[in-house]
Structures are given as C-alpha cells and as structure tokens.
C-alpha cells in the first residue's frame, strides 16, 4: 500500500515499533528498534475541526504530516487520513468500523500493492490477552492489548501494552509486509484504537472508591463462561468459540449453597432449552389486535451489494474527503426513491465483486451486474429528454456509475485483431463525453442540493516531471515537423490534444489521482481527434499511448487496473517503425525497459 502522497516517509522503516508518550499532554512518540524517533503523534482531544491524532514525519509538530486519525463524535467509528489533510487530493481516506458495542473489533479496508497489482484487503483489529510481541504473553493488567488479523485469520500485526512504565505506551510488531504506506496505516489505527481507550477509561474512572476500574480486569477468555465478565456483569470481549443456545434455567434458591450436596437420590437439574411460554410475550408485542403478520423475506443478495458499495465500492467515484460522505451515505439514500440510481449502485458493486474477489461466484456476480445494469439503462434513456430537479441527483450520479462499470467491466482476455483492443477504450472515451451533457443538464439543481460537493472543482498544485515534459515536447516538435510538409496534416487539432493531456498529467502528478482526472481529458478533447483516432492516424494513436500512461499511473483504481497496459500494447502492434520511436519513452515507462522483447513475445 505505498501511498504517494506523503513523500516524506522516514527513510529504513522497521517491523518493530516502540510508542512512548509525553508526561502531560500526552502525544506520542514512534520509534525504531533502535529507539531512534520516526514520528511525533500531536494529540488532540478539544480542539474543533482538528483530527484527534496527527503524525508528523519528525520529532516536533513542524515536521511534515503523513496521517490523520479522527474519532468521529457521538460515534465508535474513526476516520484514517494517510496524507496531510491541509492538501485535499492527497489524502487516500479509510474507515475504521467498530464492530459491536464492546469496542472489541475494529475492521478497516485498504489497498495494498505488490507486483501482481493493488489489491482491496480487509483487516481486523481484535483485542487480545493471549497474543503478544515477539512471542510473549500480554500482561493481565492492561485492556489495550491487539491483534491485526486479514481475511484469513493469519496475524499481521500485534500491538501490546506496556503496563509498567509510566512513560512507555507499548510496542507494535508489525509482520505483514505491504510497504511503507501499510505500515503506517497500522501505526495510526493501532494508536487510534490505544487513545480512544485510554480517553474512556478516564471519563468512566472519575468516580470515587479506591478500587480497580472495569477497563482494567480483562477477561479470562475461560470457556465456555468467562469468570471474570461473569463477576462484572459486562459484555465479554472475547468471542466464544461454543455455540450459543438459548436456554432456561430456573435459578436456585437464595438459601442453598452452590457447594452442597444435592438431596440423596438426586440429580442436579441441566439447563433446558426454552420453551415456547418463554417466549409469549413477543407475540404480544409482533402482532396487534384483529391483524396477522405476513412473513417477510430476506433479499441477502442485495444486502451483500449494498454492504460492498458502503464499505468499498463508492472509494470508485470519491475525489476527497468532502465527496466521501455524499458517494457512501446521501447517494444510498437518494437511490431509495430512484430505481434508476438502485440499479446503479447494484450493479457496480455486483462488478466490483466480481473483479476483486477470486471466488466461484465471479459468474453469478457478473450476471448480476449486467441485469441491474440493463434496468438501470432502460430507465436512464427515459429521462434523458426530462431532467429535471426531481431527478437530477439520481441522473447525476448515476453518469458517474455507468463511466467507472464502463471502464471496470472485465475485457475478454488476449486479442487477435489489435484495433479491437483500442476500439474498446475508444468507446468508453465516446461514452465519457456522451455522459458530460447528462452532468451539464443535472448541474443547476445538483449544485444547490446536497450533491453540492461534487461540483466543486479539486484544489491541486500543478507539477508536470521533467521526463514527462521532455517527453510531450517531443510530440509537439513531432507534430510541427509533420505539418510543415503536409498541408493536410491536423496541427492545430493535435497541439491542442497534446496540451490537455500536458495539463491532465500535471494535475495527476500535482495530487490529483481519482479517476476524475483521465475522463477530463476524454471530455475535453475536441471530437475531430476522437474521429482521427478511428481513422487509425498514427499520431492520434501515439498521443493515446501517452495517455495510456496516465491509466497506468492510477492502476491502483481496480476498474483502470489493465486498461493502460492492454491497449499500448495494441497500439505498439499497429505502428510501424516510423512512429513507434515516439512512443518508445511511454512503453518503457509502462512495460519496463525490455519492453520491446516482452510486447513481440506475448
């Protein structure tokens, strides 16, 4: 998971960490094995619109910020930030869930990166008093013992409270290796989840008595009944691993010892299973009077794709912080009264399934996709000719659901004409810039609703690489060269074309790295290039290569993943030797430096 937009990581990160915090106003300090400071956690807990904890890439809060963690309020949830929220578009936000009241399980969703491509992963933060660092057994007295488990139970990282030191927090091993960008996202949930422990054993500690506070007596994880909860009368921290039944017991009487022997002849009564007069009164409060209850079904096909769009899915179309909320929750709910947006959301979520999960039921979820896609279609092309404030919202964010499934839908793998390849891409650039005029006539009523945020235009810091530069002024001298011996040649057209795809590649490169970005260009760019490209002219098909680039560039995006690397390849098929130099540079930098061998092999 290297994220790029803190490019002040510390340099040498280790797998153990040492979090030490300040006498008084309690920040944190991270260290090395070597116990050489990595990051100073500036810890905020009264001051409005500032995130509860904040690392700095240093040893003073004048060090660069690399995250955030914000304890949402009147809530058990929190928002991780990995970047410095003071640059918007730089800050690949996740959600870090709580599970259940006891504030035992916290599970969290990112993307991790190897050589096979990103990956959509999910962790469990689960507390522990039989897992500790490097082997050892986590002390009694502390409650802030964790685990990070993934998906298939397999530890990725162990954080374990120090509970005799006063100045020592604990230590974190981290043993899942996803880079840099992984490691602190353990680091800044691992003290999110430590310090808003911390904050609740101290309000809920204010009382007087000199006896231990409940925080601090864990449980036993004694099976099946754990003595300790037992005692305490609170929820258990610790799943069972028995099964649950309801049972009824008759409780004994007050006067006869739980030691003493049971009358001569006489068998301890078990528990029994409940009977049916336990359970009288919820028919009295289920069904009034003269009325009789229908059954009502279960659509878990539906709650599982709603589950995936709330948890995942909507990251797909979200710029930032500030369109999160309306993508995850308003447009949900705005889909709840628009079919047409229902479909929408199902059937992104059914391909986004499809696309991350290798399971058996890829099939089933790509079927699934394409029928709500098919219902949505139908309903969309009746309002084409009516939008209006009744439907603008739905339509709005619909147009941006159809771009992402166009671009996420799974090609069919290897090709024997190349130009069908291209032709692929070249589609969904058409279906871009047919999909800009539904956003120009939902706009008006979309700006002044609570769509609102999506409107407002990404503040970025334009910066364009060297190379990437060179390698765009290259085409333009390209460019001119042709047009001064052919009078035919489109010059203007493609000085024009080079420029927005200049502009598009500093915006990406200045921070602004959602899929946004690659579908501006395609609605920018003037349809005479869009008919060059059909007309298979040699500098267009360069020009899309560089644009191929910038696909490539936001892999990490599950829906743009094979797109830059499946059409260059085609594209290079198609030149012939005297164009193919001036694509050369944008090959090597998407298939590697032997590239050439790799491209004529496949």
Not at 98 to 112: D, E, N, P, R, Y
Request: glycine share 6%.
């Amino acid at each position: 998971m290297e994220n790029p937009s803190y490019p002040h990581q510390p340099a040498g990160f280790d797998r153990l960490y040492h979090i030490y915090h300040t006498i008084f106003h309690y920040d944190y300090h991270v260290m090395d094995s070597d116990k050489r400071q990595l990051f100073h956690v500036d810890n905020s807990s009264l001051t409005p619109k500032k995130p509860d904890l904040t690392f700095h890439a240093g040893t003073t809060t004048q060090a660069p910020v690399v995250s955030v963690g914000k304890f949402l309020h009147f809530s058990r949830h929190f928002k991780i930030g990995l970047g410095n929220p003071q640059h918007p578009n730089t800050v690949v936000w996740e959600d870090l869930v709580c599970q259940g009241f006891a504030h035992v399980k916290h599970t969290i969703q990112v993307t991790t990166r190897s050589n096979k491509g990103a990956t959509r992963r999910s962790f469990v933060w689960k507390k522990t008093s039989s897992v500790g660092v490097a082997g050892s057994t986590p002390s009694l007295l502390g409650n802030r013992n964790y685990k990070l488990v993934d998906e298939s139970g397999k530890i990725a990282a162990i954080f374990t409270q120090s509970s005799y030191s006063y100045k020592k927090a604990g230590k974190l091993e981290v043993c899942a290796d996803y880079g840099q960008g992984f490691d602190l996202m353990v680091l800044t949930t691992a003290l999110c989840l430590f310090e808003s422990q911390r904050r609740r054993s101290n309000s809920s500690s204010g009382g007087g008595g000199g006896g231990l506070n409940s925080d601090t007596i864990q449980c036993d994880e004694a099976r099946p009944i754990c003595s300790n909860c037992s005692k305490r009368q609170s929820e258990c921290e610790y799943e069972s691993t028995s099964s649950i039944r309801w049972t009824n017991e008759s409780p004994r009487p007050r006067h006869q010892s739980s030691n003493q022997p049971s009358p001569e002849g006489s068998q301890q009564a078990e528990p029994t299973l409940a009977t049916d007069s336990s359970f009288d009164i919820l028919g009295k409060l289920s069904v009034g009077e003269g009325t009789a209850a229908s059954p009502v079904s279960l659509n878990f096909s539906n709650l599982e794709l709603m589950m995936q769009w709330c948890n995942s899915t909507y990251h797909s179309l979200s710029r930032n912080g500030r369109t999160d909320p309306v993508w995850r929750s308003l447009v949900p709910e705005e889909a709840l009264s628009q079919p047409l947006l229902m479909h929408g959301i199902m059937s992104l979520s059914a391909l986004h399934l499809a696309r991350t999960k290798d399971n058996h039921r890829r099939p089933e979820y790509i079927s699934t996709a394409v029928a709500h896609q098919n219902q949505a279609l139908a309903l969309f092309r009746e309002f084409l000719g009516d939008v209006n404030s009744s439907n603008a919202k739905a339509m709005f964010a619909f147009a941006g659901i159809v771009v992402v499934y166009s671009f996420g839908f799974p090609q069919t793998p290897g090709w024997k004409d190349p130009w069908t390849c291209v032709d692929d891409l070249l589609q969904v650039l058409v279906l871009c810039r047919g999909v800009q005029q539904v956003l120009s006539a939902s706009s008006t009523s979309v700006r002044d609703s609570s769509f609102g945020p999506l409107l407002r235009l990404d503040d970025y810091e334009s910066y364009l690489p060297e190379n990437i530069r060179s390698a765009l002024e290259r085409l333009q001298e390209a460019n001119e060269a042709y047009g001064a011996h052919d009078a035919t040649h489109e010059t203007d057209l493609y000085h024009d074309t080079i420029e927005k795809l200049e502009q598009m590649m500093s915006a990406m490169h200045g921070g602004m790295n959602s899929m946004t970005v690659v579908c501006r260009w395609a609605i920018r760019v003037e349809s005479a290039y869009v008919d060059l490209l059909r007309e298979h002219r040699p500098l267009a098909l360069v020009i899309l290569v560089h644009y191929c680039l910038a696909l490539h560039f936001l892999r990490h995006n599950w829906c743009l993943d094979e797109w830059g690397v499946r059409v260059s390849k085609a594209i290079w098929f198609m030149l012939d030797d005297q164009w193919r130099p001036l694509a050369q540079w944008a090959m090597m930098e998407i298939h590697g430096r032997d590239f050439t061998f790799d491209v004529e092999m496949s």
